[in-house]
């Protein structure tokens, strides 16, 4: 089992920053990739930026040039640093890890982002 507990999220003006922090404790040495994904209301969950073991990241178009996904390996932490947000970023964020080669998913309880215009 893979705990995972979220902090950072908030208000802020459109064009700001925020930046999510995501740590894991458990069984963390079977993850083999952390990422974060959003739901808005009335909106499927989306995945924003994600990030492997070895380092390999991926981001939605949404976001690129916007969102840095970075991971500490030895505090088994992931960060979202979220600059020139926009009303359209406003959602919950998750945190998630993925364990038995894809196969398992683990999921923080989420935090908000709102994003003022």
């Known amino acids: 089992q893979v705990q995972l507990v979220e902090s950072g999220g908030g208000l802020v003006q459109a064009g700001g920053s925020l930046r999510l922090s995501c740590a894991a404790s458990g069984d963390t040495i079977c993850i083999s990739a952390m990422g974060w994904y959003r739901q808005a209301p009335g909106k499927e969950r989306e995945v924003v930026a994600a990030?492997?073991?070895?380092?390999?990241?991926y981001y939605a178009d949404s976001v690129k040039g916007r969102f840095t996904i970075s991971r500490d390996g030895a505090e088994n932490t992931v960060y979202l640093q979220m600059n020139s947000l926009k009303p359209e970023d406003t959602a919950v964020y998750y945190c998630?890890?993925?364990?038995?080669?894809?196969?398992?998913?683990?999921w923080g309880q989420g935090t908000q982002v709102t994003v003022s215009s």
């Open positions: 998630n890890a993925v364990c038995g080669g894809g196969t398992i998913d683990y």
């Open positions: 990030v492997t073991s070895g380092g390999s990241t």
